[in-house]
């Protein structure tokens, strides 16, 4: 392995840090590094993995104002890039206006999801929420050969380059980019077509708008989805012909949010609510359709099937856990991380575009999130989702699960003790004509060595255990969202001899 350090920043966390979510596997890191030629710790790695695994860290720097939610933390991205049989990896912090602006003053300046926003030291600020910072650590995407970082409560979409993750500016569209509001985590890219689909919310009227841009970086659609009041919308989706929108009965207190106060509550008496609208249309041309009452952080992709749109996700059976009262501040926070205490299961809405009817179900009994697919099924026709499992009670992913939609089957790869997964991404095999004809890819963290890895499995045979486990430079906080991208998509990705001299070693 060729290894070099290529940066450090200033982090003003304390020594004797005891935060859940600031030590452990969320330790943070504050070294970027540059590596070519990763060692093959076992396995070997196809030759016919072609592209890069992205993944998005929120990482901190500095103490919390008042109060840490693991939420708040930096945007730092890590990339292992896959060419000719050799991985090379890097990491960098997103360089956000508010981490330049944090690491200049040496603290914190913006409150986090977990204080009020009148605890902000600095004026303005990024979010639907208000006065936070826009840590872009939320969800990374890949469009027109761009990595787009985000920040879940609406901001920019910072631009990075695919193979050294410099910071090379923010997503301007033309000069259409709607700064007002921002834009929210998980934008969709249609590779069939080159699009970017996305979505912005507020606490003002219409709530939520939702736009497209094409595949020369033109915004060429936007328009207002008017929703009755302040939601929180932290997903879409998207089939051939639809965009798919959510007015879930999770969202902050009316009343609280008129004093400035943001506390969500779930409305068990209210429906969820799923909007279908054409990709180019406007609120005129949307139809909801009223299911059961539920908060959904994440779809895993929707098609259209005949009459009915076919829309897959977690259904969450508790969306408001009961409050564990007695254990402490971080209990009470971190309860909305748990997946068992959500009760988050793979669920199936049919909506039916002839008769208006919804037909839903449980494709699954087990605790799963975060589910990813073959991203050239994105908006059609999919059958397999790859799933996590998490450890009880944290925000760890403990293993990989394969749902067969088709047989209901779900094969499940767990981790050893001790050790945690990311997001998992599925990356076609190049030429691969089969859906499940490629790999999954994986970033871990392992306390028992202090180590991490990236694991790359073989899609149809999760249970066989990694063909390929690459050892990287150090080890990594945990994290969670990612994105797959083929070589052929990237700017300068056979520019060069080898994959080193494209990242500049
Ligand atoms: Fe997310």
């Known amino acids: 392995m060729d290894v070099e350090v290529v940066g450090r920043v200033l982090s003003t966390l304390p020594e004797d840090d005891d935060h859940p979510y600031r030590t452990g596997p969320w330790r943070p890191q504050t070294t970027e590094w540059r590596a070519d030629d990763l060692a093959v710790v076992e396995g070997g790695i196809p030759a016919d993995l072609d592209g890069v695994y992205l993944r998005n860290t929120e990482n901190p720097v500095h103490p919390a104002i008042r109060l840490y939610h693991p939420f708040d ?57 208000t006065r936070m910072k826009d840590a872009s650590s939320t969800d990374v995407v890949v469009h027109n050969g761009h990595v787009l970082s985000s920040f879940w409560q609406c901001g920019d979409l910072y631009r990075l380059d695919p193979l050294t993750l410099d910071t090379v500016g923010k997503a301007t569209w033309g000069g259409g980019f709607p700064s007002d509001w921002g834009v929210s985590a998980h934008t969709k890219t249609d590779g069939r077509t080159g699009e970017l689909l996305f979505f912005s919310y507020s606490t003002e ?20 989805v008017p929703l009755p009041g ?3 919308p932290h997903d879409m989706a998207f089939t051939e ?37 054409p990709r180019r249309g406007d609120a005129s041309r949307i139809r909801w359709f009223e299911a059961e009452p539920t908060y959904v952080l994440h ?55 002839a008769t208006g009817q919804v037909r839903e179900e449980h494709l699954a009994e087990r605790y799963t999130e975060f589910g990813t697919i073959n991203p050239g099924h994105g908006g059609r026709p999919h059958r397999y989702t790859y799933a996590v499992t998490q450890k009880p009670g944290w925000f760890l992913m403990d293993g990989i699960v394969r749902h067969d939609t088709r047989t209901g089957a779900h094969e499940r790869y767990a981790f050893p003790e001790g050790v945690y997964g990311s997001e998992t991404a599925m990356a076609p095999r190049a030429g691969s004509t089969a859906e499940d004809d490629g790999y999954l890819i994986t970033l871990t963290t392992d306390m028992n060595t202090d180590t991490s890895e990236c694991l790359v499995f073989d899609a149809a045979r999760l249970t066989d255990g990694p063909v390929a486990r690459l050892r990287l430079p ?32």
């Open 241 to 277: 012909n639809y965009a798919i929108f959510n007015d879930l009965p999770l969202f902050w207190d009316p009343e609280l949010l008129e004093r400035g106060r943001y506390a969500s509550r779930f409305h068990p008496d209210l429906p969820s609510r799923l909007g279908v609208m």
């Open 205 to 224: 009227a219409p709530h939520l708008r939702y736009g497209v841009v094409d595949d020369r970086d033109r915004l060429v659609h936007h328009t207002d």
């Open 73 to 129: 933390g930096d945007g730092m991205v890590h990339v292992v890039g896959f060419r000719d049989g050799r991985a090379f990896y890097r990491n960098r912090f997103v360089r956000t206006d508010g981490f330049l602006a944090e690491q200049e003053a040496g603290e914190a300046l913006w409150a986090g999801i977990a204080d009020r926003p009148e605890l902000s030291r600095r004026p303005g600020g990024w979010g639907a929420r």
């Open 230 to 232: 302040a939601r929180l």
């Open 299 to 353: 779809f895993a992709n929707a098609y259209e099937d005949g009459d009915e749109i076919v829309l897959d996700g977690f259904f969450q059976g508790r969306p408001e856990p009961p409050d564990p009262r007695g254990e402490g501040v971080y209990q009470r926070m971190f309860r909305f991380l748990a997946l068992e205490r959500l009760q988050t299961r793979l669920h199936r809405w049919r909506l039916n575009l």
């Open 474 to 505: 150090e080890r990594i906080s945990s994290g969670t969202h990612s994105a797959w991208a083929p070589g052929p998509a990237l700017p300068r990705w056979r520019d060069t001899d080898t994959a080193a001299e494209a990242i500049g070693l």
